[in-house]
């Protein structure tokens, strides 16, 4: 009978990493890989360590063995890969640029977002459902005479850097982009197009299909390719949907990431779904998210340089 129990713990343990494994392999191309991609690794890495600690309290020391290995090994995937907990965040860029996905109550907040806004004092500041928060009087003497409110769709970018155009792209079946071209010269030696994007988050949607309907609604359109790309993807970070949507851009988090590289839900974070994407002609100086106290995501600050 104990023989049993340490049998069934283990294999427990490997179909549950085994699981795990496929969804990050397959990624969301498929629908039902797609529910496999979104298991948390931090969900996994708990029923391991549960399962190797009622392993050694059986003393069964083989599986302890093997079920500590795969601990460790996941352990590893989760402090370096997946999230960049050893890695420090103190290098500057020409450019800094904040993506904050305000999904809450708005109005109630409205104050304290302000505050946040103005502290964090970024070059290029992108506000997705911000409406309250924009009018608020300390963003207007934040801004000053030359900075600029830019408003289209859902989307409020409070900028310091002079706009050249704004141009919206798709408002369709909860898929939201919008094209802002600003005048970068000064830090990057060129114009930047920057998009903001917020992707539809029902659960019961697919994403490779969300990609591909957002891939053909783009096609139809002239508008010029992205530098950046930032908002609520409500995707997995390097994901086979966002890989499909801008196969030339990278993901920051991983060029520059430090620290916890998860943005929701903000009190106990675990998925990272707002992303900022970048082209290859720009270098990210540090990419990192900060909790803002309110709402449900936390909030994306970049800051960067032109490519060397």
């Known amino acids: 009978m104990k023989q049993n129990a340490r049998l069934i713990l283990l294999i427990v343990a490997l179909l549950t990493v085994l699981l795990w494994l496929i969804g990050n392999a397959m990624s969301d191309q498929f629908f039902v890989t797609q529910w496999l991609e979104w298991i948390p690794t931090l969900v996994v890495l708990g029923a391991i360590t549960l399962i190797t600690m009622i392993l050694a309290y059986m003393k069964a020391w083989k599986q302890f063995a093997l079920s ?3 601990f460790l090994a996941l352990l590893f995937w989760y402090s370096m890969v997946e999230n960049k ?12 640029l904040a993506a904050w996905t305000m999904s809450h109550p708005k109005k109630d907040f409205a104050k304290e977002s302000a505050e946040f806004i103005v502290a964090l004092d970024a070059d290029i500041t992108i506000l997705s459902h911000g409406w309250y928060v924009r009018g608020e009087e300390q963003i207007t003497e934040w801004l000053g005479e030359d900075g600029k409110k830019l408003v289209r769709f859902p989307f409020t970018v409070l900028t310091k850097v002079p ?11 909860s ?59 409500n995707m997995t970070t390097d994901s086979a949907s966002i890989r499909h949507l801008f196969p030339t851009l990278e993901d920051a988090s991983q060029l520059g990431g430090c620290g916890l590289m998860a943005s929701y839900p903000r009190v106990f974070p675990i998925y990272l779904i707002d992303h900022i994407l970048v082209a290859n002609s720009l270098e990210v100086a540090n990419y990192k998210l900060i909790n803002p106290k309110n709402g449900r995501h936390r909030v994306q600050l970049i800051q960067l340089n032109r490519a060397q």
């Not at 420090?88 to 800094?96: K, R, V």
């Not at 114009?191 to 992707?199: E, Y």
């Open 175 to 233: 898929i939201h982009i919008v094209s802002f071209t600003l005048d970068t010269t000064e830090e990057f030696g060129q114009p930047t197009v920057l998009w903001a994007v917020d992707f539809p988050s029902s659960l019961t949607r697919s994403r490779y299909a969300v990609a591909m309907a957002c891939n053909r609604l783009l096609s139809e359109i002239e508008c010029s390719p992205p530098d950046i790309v930032a908002g609520d993807f």
């Open 85 to 96: 907990l050893f890695v420090s965040c103190n290098q500057e860029g020409d450019l800094s």
């Open 163 to 173: 706009p050249i155009e704004v141009k919206p792209l798709i408002a369709s079946d």
């Open 68 to 70: 500590s290995l795969i």
